[in-house]
């Protein structure tokens, strides 16, 4: 993931992934890249750091449990909170429940939408951003 090239070109790298797909850890560095005119990250590479990962992570988790979907991001919403000043960290986590209901609902109905909150941070820990989204999922 850390050299697919919008991530790459938006500074976002990936720090960790649990063996179970189930918490992703990123930061978003800032860098001559994704700097905007006043010298903080681009909104645009803030929003790109919450795009691919509770895909990815529905898709990962189900496959290890022998479901075979196709799982994209429906729909996401961002609301900036403050500048981003500093490299941002951002946590990604699919809890059991999570996993659980998704898993019933595509068993049962062949698809499921799940809603997800996720928060952006500064290195001071002041919230940054905050992104809704919606993951779509559905058998193959």
Do not use: C
Request: no cysteine; charged share 25%.
């Amino acid at each position: 993931m850390n050299f697919y090239p919008p991530l790459l070109v938006s500074r976002v790298v990936v720090k960790s992934v649990s063996a179970d797909f189930q918490r992703v850890s990123v930061v978003v560095k800032k860098s001559i890249l994704n700097r905007n005119l006043h010298g903080t990250i681009f909104g645009g590479s803030i929003f790109s750091s919450a795009d691919p990962f509770h895909a990815l992570m529905y898709w990962q988790v189900l496959k290890k449990r022998g479901l075979n979907v196709q799982v994209w991001l429906k729909r996401a919403e961002i609301q900036y909170i403050k500048p981003g000043n500093t490299d941002l960290f951002v946590e990604f986590v699919l809890d059991d429940a999570d996993v659980d209901a998704a898993v019933k609902s595509v068993q049962e109905f062949g698809k499921a939408d799940r809603q997800h909150e996720t928060r952006i941070f500064n290195a001071h820990r002041e919230l940054v951003a905050i992104v809704n989204s919606i993951v779509s999922l559905r058998l193959k």
